[in-house]
């Protein structure tokens, strides 16, 4: 089975603290995604990537940067996080051919 | 413009009952559609998908339906059962030159009563 993992189920940070969010994948999936899951506005594509240190924005990329070093591995990086990044992160891969995605458990991801 | 919609945010059926979730999307280029189930607390998981060119796809206890004509997809659930509850996505693959992006609806949540 596919496994995606992400690095925290809960995470509490404060106004202008820089967050790391990391995912893992260990299928060997080109293509890699980050996305923020708020009531009512269903999931929103922040970054994604289709290759090692390639990454292209999603519909909400503002706030938000990415890093993909390795091809396992897509970190979500919030610069300086505000109230209004309080949200649930989902990371999710699909290899090339199959747009399935495959998702992780989520962050849940309070700023005060 | 773009948009996979849910046309009910909530369902409740008995358990045993047939369910039917359905879903509308407006963009006729798109090739690919899936069906998500998550459960609370839990990230989405992949049911079932459909390319365009088919009009229907069986799983099991799941079947999708797709009318091109009208741009509606809906799921199947059949002799639905307690762990059936959660919240369905529909999602529409854009065509992509690389990563197969999905545009997501907003879901609906299933509950079953027992």
């Known amino acids: 089975d596919v496994k995606v993992t992400q690095s925290s189920r809960y995470l509490v940070k404060r106004t202008g603290e820089k967050v790391f969010l990391e995912c893992v994948q260990d299928m060997d999936h080109e293509n890699m995604f980050w996305y923020r899951q708020d009531p009512g506005l269903g999931l929103r594509l922040i970054y994604f990537s289709y290759d090692v240190k390639m990454k292209e924005k999603g519909d909400i990329p503002e706030g938000y940067s990415v890093s993909r070093e390795k091809k396992e591995r897509f970190s979500l990086i919030l610069e300086s996080a505000s109230t209004n990044q309080t949200s649930m992160y989902l990371c999710a891969s699909s290899p090339p051919g199959r747009r399935a995605q495959y998702f992780g458990p989520g962050t849940r991801l309070l700023v005060l | 413009g773009e948009s996979v919609g849910l046309h009910l945010p909530t369902l409740s059926v008995q358990e045993g009952d047939n369910s039917i979730i359905n879903c509308a999307y407006s963009?006729?280029?798109?090739?690919?559609f899936i069906w998500y189930k998550q459960e609370s607390g839990k990230g989405p998981q992949f049911i079932i998908d459909i390319r365009s060119n088919m009009d229907k796809r069986q799983g099991q206890r799941v079947t999708v339906l797709l009318n091109k004509t009208v741009k509606h997809l809906s799921l199947q659930i059949a002799a639905t059962q307690p762990g059936d509850s959660a919240v369905y996505f529909c999602?529409?693959?854009?065509?992509?030159?690389?990563?197969?992006?999905?545009?997501f609806g907003d879901g609906t949540t299933l509950t079953v009563k027992p």
């Open positions: 999602a529409e693959n854009i065509e992509d030159h690389n990563a197969g992006k999905s545009t």
């Open positions: 963009n006729s280029a798109s090739d690919y």
